[in-house]
């Protein structure tokens, strides 16, 4: 079986570690990496044995012989990260948030469509066995009927104005960097609500910190705080009409969730401790899609995408938070 020839855009801490992932995948090439500038991309290939490095992101964009290029960079450069990759005919796994708004979201999906390339969000968390356990659990009906969700994430960040997270123009903010995955959870579980509520400290031109309840006409409920000002233990809880689910610490990429009947009493627990950092599990789900000529991964679909920004998009206009890409 050929190897899937990989190439990696920005060398900053998450490429770092999904290179770790590549390196570990039997049937992945670490075929390239680019940067701003040739040093950094040097550096990194070296570190890991990709085959070659760029000083442009273009130059690796344009090489035919990459079958998937994951993009690493700031949220404020996915766009023209993504729509160069996509111009020139390439298969892309991007970060998270998949861009700045709805509109940019929506554009890249549709050309990724019209250029017949593959395209998936870097959405780890649902590609990993704990989170596919869960909904099986649900779609089962081990707890009846979901009614209730209670996802946080909050880490604590001392604040530097020259940080990503804090940068305006960089596309920061808690709800883009954070936010996304308790949405995301939400989104997996109960889809598009009816109506969302949130408010949210904002610092600089970028939210610190975020609370965001989502409302479904039928009294579901979804309870998300976000941010960069605490440390919250970051759970996850679904509740049901006959039991919840509880997904503990980084419940995003946890290892473990437990089953619990309505008496409160363990029915199950799972644990899936990674096989290597965690992204593993993303890089065979792009690698499953590419061999069978799938465009789209039924893991991380481009509507669940689409929904998620559009419910960032409401959030960020009920407080008045707008990126200065948005302004021009
Ligand atoms: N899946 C996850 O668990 C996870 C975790 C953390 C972050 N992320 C996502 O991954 C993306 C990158 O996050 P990160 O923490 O790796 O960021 P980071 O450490 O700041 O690295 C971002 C890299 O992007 C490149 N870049 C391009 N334009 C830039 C600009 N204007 N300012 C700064 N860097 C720029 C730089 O690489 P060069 O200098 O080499 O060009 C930089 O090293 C974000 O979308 C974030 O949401 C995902």
């Not at 990993?128 to 009906?141: Q, T």
Request: aromatic content about 10%.
């Amino acid at each position: 079986m050929n190897k899937i020839n990989w190439g990696i855009i920005g060398t900053g801490k998450i490429a770092h570690q999904f290179a770790e992932a590549l390196a570990g995948t039997e049937d992945a090439q670490l075929y390239a990496v680019a940067s701003r500038t040739a040093e950094k991309a040097r550096k990194f290939a070296d570190k890991f044995g990709f085959s070659n490095a760029y000083g442009s992101y273009a130059e690796l964009a344009e090489n035919d012989n990459i079958d998937a290029v994951y993009i690493a960079t700031p949220m404020s450069s996915h766009y023209g990260d993504a729509m160069l990759c996509i111009k020139n005919g390439r298969n892309v796994l991007c970060e998270k948030s998949l861009a700045l708004n709805l509109k940019q979201t929506e554009d890249i999906l549709a050309f990724a469509r019209e250029k017949n390339v593959f395209f998936m969000e870097a959405m780890w968390m649902k590609c990993r066995p704990v989170f596919l356990k869960v909904l099986e659990w649900i779609n089962a009906g081990m707890i009846g009927e979901p009614r209730y969700i209670k996802a946080d994430f909050s880490n604590y960040i001392p604040y530097d104005k020259n940080d990503r997270l804090f940068r305006p123009d960089c596309g920061g903010g808690a709800l883009l960097d954070l936010g996304v995955y308790p949405l995301t959870f939400a989104d997996a579980v109960f889809g598009a609500p009816d109506e969302v509520i949130s408010s949210a400290q904002l610092r600089d031109g970028v939210d610190v910190n975020n609370s965001i309840i989502l409302r479904y006409s039928d009294g579901r409920c979804v309870s998300a705080d976000n941010g960069f000002q605490l440390q919250l233990s970051n759970n996850a809880l679904v509740s049901g009409t006959n039991g919840f689910i509880t997904l503990g610490n980084w419940f995003h990429c946890t290892s473990e969730a437990v089953l619990f009947n309505s008496d409160a009493k363990i029915v199950e627990k799972f644990v899936c401790e990674p096989e290597i950092n965690g992204y593993e599990y993303e890089i065979r789900e792009v690698h499953r899609c590419l061999r069978q000529g799938m465009k789209e991964s039924p893991l991380v679909p481009h509507d669940g995408t689409v929904r998620v920004m559009k419910l960032m998009d409401e959030c960020r206009r009920q407080w008045g938070m707008t990126f200065p890409e948005e302004e021009k």
